[in-house]
């Protein structure tokens, strides 16, 4: 198997941290009642610490697709590489950083983090150009 696949099947299991971490917090201030029903009450805004994994869950759902394209392309148009594993890890380390970064409150590292995810992401794509 492709080590881009692999990355790939680990990067469901960061997306399913992602969605429970945020979830867990969410129901923890809004209660279990609230989680179970249709959602359509107004609510307060979010603790700062169940805002923060909310909008981290966001922001990996904006990138996550660029990163199954780059990384089932190469697969599927046979670039894979030592470069395209190599950002591949890279980006997963990132993401898997960046989320408690994010979650404890750590701004200039937590962009640094997804700048190094940024990084992965463009030697995945790298493949798609070069040779």
Known sequence: ????LKILTWSCALLLVHIFAAAHLKTRQYGVKWNMGARDETLP???PLAGRLVRA??????TYPLAIVGLLGVVIAGRTGEMTAIGGWLWLA????YLPLYGIGVPVVRTLAYGVSMVGLALVFGAFVSG
């Open 1 to 4: 198997m492709a080590v881009e």
């Open 45 to 47: 805004p979010l603790n």
């Open 57 to 62: 869950q966001a922001n990996f759902m904006e």
């Open 94 to 97: 990132a993401r898997a950083v």
